[in-house]
């Protein structure tokens, strides 16, 4: 039986090599010099810091750059609201990854639904697609890959 997995996975050292080339980037620009702005991880987030809003929504930008540029996809990302207190304002960006439940359900339905004769099988925070044969295995990648869902999938583990 051949099959393959579907998953949603961040490589944290690209993530991390990815905030210090935004920070570079911060450090080295005429209008934050000296303003104290910068990226930071905390946990499963990254921290936006500064001094005014305005310079979050510049921010923004410079870290979608770098994510970018080191081959993360952008829907990793989840902006949360601007705090802003007393000369500082933060905004938290969640890094998303695993595949939820809601999402697993959606695709083994949609696997269901396209009548292909492969099984859809959720474990964990991942879905395992097995079937008899390999271009059966690519219909089902091809499915899924235009149903452009808002978490960033890899197909891995593919086996004959």
Same mark, same amino acid.
């Given at each position: 039986?051949?099959s393959?997995?579907i998953?949603? !996975?961040l490589?944290?050292? !690209?993530?991390?090599?990815?905030v ?10 005429f209008?934050? $010099?000296?303003t104290?702005? @910068?990226? $930071? ?10 001094? @005014?809003e305005?310079q ?5 930008p410079?870290?979608? @750059?770098?994510?970018t540029?080191?081959? /993360?996809d952008?829907k990793t990302?989840?902006?949360? @609201?601007? !705090? ?8 938290p ?10 999402l ?5 339905s949609?696997? $269901?639904?396209? $009548? ?21 295995l690519?219909q089902?990648?091809? /499915?899924v ?10 197909f891995?583990n593919?086996?004959?």
């Amino acid at each position: 039986m051949a099959s393959f997995d579907i998953k949603s !996975e961040l490589d944290s050292h !690209e993530v991390t090599n990815a905030v210090d080339q935004a920070n570079r980037v911060l450090q080295n620009r005429f209008d934050f $010099k000296g303003t104290g702005a @910068e990226f $930071k991880i905390e946990d499963k987030n990254i921290l936006l810091s500064a001094k @005014e809003e305005f310079q979050i929504h510049q921010m923004l930008p410079i870290l979608n @750059e770098s994510i970018t540029k080191r081959g /993360i996809d952008i829907k990793t990302l989840k902006a949360g @609201e601007i !705090e802003q207190a007393t000369g500082v304002a933060r905004q938290p960006i969640t890094l998303r990854q695993g595949i939820d439940k809601e999402l697993a359900k959606k695709i083994t339905s949609l696997v $269901k639904q396209s $009548k292909i004769k492969v099984q859809a099988a959720i474990q964990g925070d991942s879905v395992r697609i097995t079937g008899k044969k390999r271009d059966e295995l690519q219909q089902v990648i091809q /499915i899924v890959k235009d149903q452009n869902y808002d978490m960033p999938l890899q197909f891995i583990n593919f086996r004959d």
